[in-house]
């Protein structure tokens, strides 16, 4: 059973930046797809990022240029670095992972494993 913990999430001005961190309890990143997904209230799930094992990475449109997702294989932590971040980023952030071979940003928002969600408030 695979357990994702965030972390990171706060509150932060208009063009600044955070850093998510998404720990998992055992070794996903070899096979799964994992990625990162936001919700704000009133609003459906939306896809950030995604990370697939062969290395390659996938971006929502209105992310692209400023997050950037990454992944450290020795710690097994998936990270989430948000830059130039916008009141409309305001959202609970989730870590998500699934087994191949799905791996595209809109499909990370419906994937079998997430975590409790951290949030990122920016004004």
């Known amino acids: 059973h695979v357990q994702l913990v965030e972390s990171g999430g706060g509150s932060v001005q208009a063009g600044g930046s955070l850093r998510l961190s998404c720990a998992a309890s055992?070794?996903?990143?070899?096979?799964?797809?994992m990625g990162w997904f936001r919700q704000a209230p009133g609003k459906e799930r939306e896809g950030v990022a995604a990370?697939?094992?062969?290395?390659?990475?996938h971006y929502g449109d209105s992310v692209k240029g400023r997050f950037t997702v990454s992944v450290d294989n020795a710690r097994k932590t998936l990270y989430l670095q948000m830059n130039n971040l916008k009141p409309e980023d305001t959202a609970m952030y989730y870590c998500?992972?699934?087994?191949?071979?799905?791996?595209?940003?809109?499909?990370?928002?419906?994937?079998?494993?997430r975590g409790q969600g951290t949030q990122v408030t920016v004004s």
């Open positions: 990370a697939d094992s062969d290395g390659s990475t």
């Open positions: 055992e070794y996903t990143y070899s096979s799964y797809c």
């Open positions: 998500a992972a699934d087994p191949p071979p799905v791996c595209g940003v809109g499909s990370i928002p419906f994937f079998g494993y």
